[in-house]
């Protein structure tokens, strides 16, 4: 007959599976507890997509998000989504498909930008149901870019230029900036070195109507709760 573990076993095993989680980068994905009717997702660092970053740096990895947005839609514990967001933009593909999806839950969603919503950031940032950016955090806007061999042709120029539509049409129907004006920030030559966009701080993303309003954690889940009172 095998002996039961004892109660220290459990905890060290219990330890263990939670070391080899984190070392390996596996997502915690929201279960069916009905304590837990609001589910945070930070985007932090820089969104990781096709390629590995170096493991130095800070990274959201969009297959680790995807299934967790999965798993908040389909709980029938988890009322509302609340996203923080501090992040220096990244892979452009994978994080307009974070963007898509955020948009398309059927759950509310509120979204909070802390430190920064760079680049592909902003369209994660007006994904949300609605907004919030803190008063000294920053949102950058500008062209897309590439790094690496870039073939010089027409078609390449084509690709760039479909993808830099993607974009804008997502943030412009997400949020209350029109076509006109968030294309002129974008091509600003006079407030980032070496590159073309421009630099919002705070009120500035409110009062362009890049993001709903400006606020902190407080205001935020003060927010999501009354979208989900208000929920049918």
């Avoid at 989504?81 to 994080?95: F, P, S, Y």
Wanted: aromatic share 4%; hydrophobic share 35%; no cysteine.
């Amino acid at each position: 007959m095998t002996k039961s573990k004892s109660k220290k076993e459990e905890i060290k095993n219990s330890d263990k599976d939670t070391d080899d989680s984190l070392e390996n980068g596996l997502p915690d994905l929201p279960e069916d507890n009905e304590n837990d009717r609001i589910y945070v997702l930070p985007i932090i660092g820089q969104i990781e997509g096709h390629t590995n970053l170096p493991p130095q740096s800070k990274t959201t990895k969009y297959e680790h998000v995807i299934p967790q947005l999965v798993a908040v839609e389909k709980s029938k514990t988890v009322e509302g989504l609340i996203i923080i967001l501090n992040t220096i933009g990244g892979d452009v593909e994978a994080g307009l498909a974070i963007a898509e999806m955020i948009s398309s839950l059927s759950k509310p969603t509120v979204s909070l930008v802390i430190g920064g919503g760079h680049s592909i950031g902003v369209p994660l940032a007006t994904a949300a149901d609605y907004s919030f950016i803190s008063p000294s955090a920053t949102m950058i806007l500008h062209p897309i870019r590439m790094n690496g061999l870039i073939i010089g042709v027409s078609q390449t120029f084509q690709y760039f230029n479909k993808m830099q539509q993607r974009i804008i049409e997502f943030i412009t129907r997400t949020s209350n900036i029109d076509e006109k004006t968030f294309k002129r920030l974008m091509v600003e030559t006079d407030e980032l070195l070496n590159d073309m966009g421009t630099i919002l701080i705070g009120k500035q993303a409110v009062n362009y109507g890049l993001i709903d309003e400006v606020g902190g954690i407080k205001e935020a889940l003060d927010k999501l709760e009354q979208m989900i009172q208000k929920k049918p």
